[in-house]
């Protein structure tokens, strides 16, 4: 179940950051809905970093090199893609004022984009909200497939590198089930955040060494 609120006052990039550091995230009912309403899950999605699972088929995709993953060279293009109708989505939350809430995050230091390239062309990705040892992810796209996974995989590389201690999923689903991702309950979380917030985490923008080094040496029981 979700606790949601209607939002009344404008929301300010700092106003954001405060919301988050409380456990809360905002959303729009549909692309052209002008208002938000925050968000506050009974049961909240994490996914543990020192048990992020890989499948065996995407650490070949990783080891071949498919992709060519940057952070942080494109991050309006990312919030575009996130935004785009699919025919498995045909409408999404991410409206004009969150794409320039999130923006004015990414120029603040505080968000982050995580991009597949191939070709020159971006093929997919992700982003978040970096708030002490937090990592908040927020949406990820796939104009290719394993595109979205691939830049998940670094994204979690980085995030170990840069000692941050939360990956937060928000909801739970079957796709971030196969990588570990669990629901913790409202007041475990708020517990993990607290913890994670006196953490003085630093998001790398580059990785030393090969990406699966970073990783975990198993998923403790994910699925495969």
């Not at 590198?161 to 990956?167: A, D, N, S, V, Y």
Request: hydrophobic share 45%; net charge neutral.
């Amino acid at each position: 179940m979700i606790a949601a609120t209607k939002s009344i006052d404008r929301i300010t990039p700092e106003i954001l950051l405060r919301a988050y550091a409380v456990g809360l995230f905002p959303m729009a009912e549909s692309r052209d809905d002008t208002t938000l309403f925050w968000v506050d899950p009974h049961a909240r999605g994490v996914l543990p970093l020192d048990r992020f699972h890989l499948p065996k088929r995407l650490k070949r995709v990783l080891r071949q090199g498919r992709f060519d993953v940057r952070c942080d060279t494109a991050f309006a293009d990312i919030l575009d893609g996130c935004a785009e109708p699919t025919e498995r989505r045909p409408d999404t939350w991410i409206n004009h004022e969150i794409r320039d809430l999130y923006l004015a995050l990414f120029h603040m230091g505080h968000a982050h984009s995580l991009e597949a390239w191939r070709d020159g062309k971006l093929m997919g990705g992700l982003y978040g909200v970096a708030l002490g040892g937090a990592f908040f992810g927020e949406s990820m796209f796939s104009r290719e497939p394993d595109a979205s996974k691939i830049a998940l995989a670094h994204l979690v590389v980085r995030l170990r590198k840069g000692g941050f201690t939360l990956l937060d999923t928000q909801f739970v689903t079957e796709h971030l089930k196969r990588f570990g991702a669990v629901e913790v309950p409202r007041a475990e979380y708020r517990a993990m955040l607290s913890q994670a917030l006196s953490v003085l985490a630093q998001f790398p923008r580059a990785i030393d060494g090969r990406v699966e080094d970073w990783l975990p040496a198993d998923g403790n029981g994910a699925v495969e």
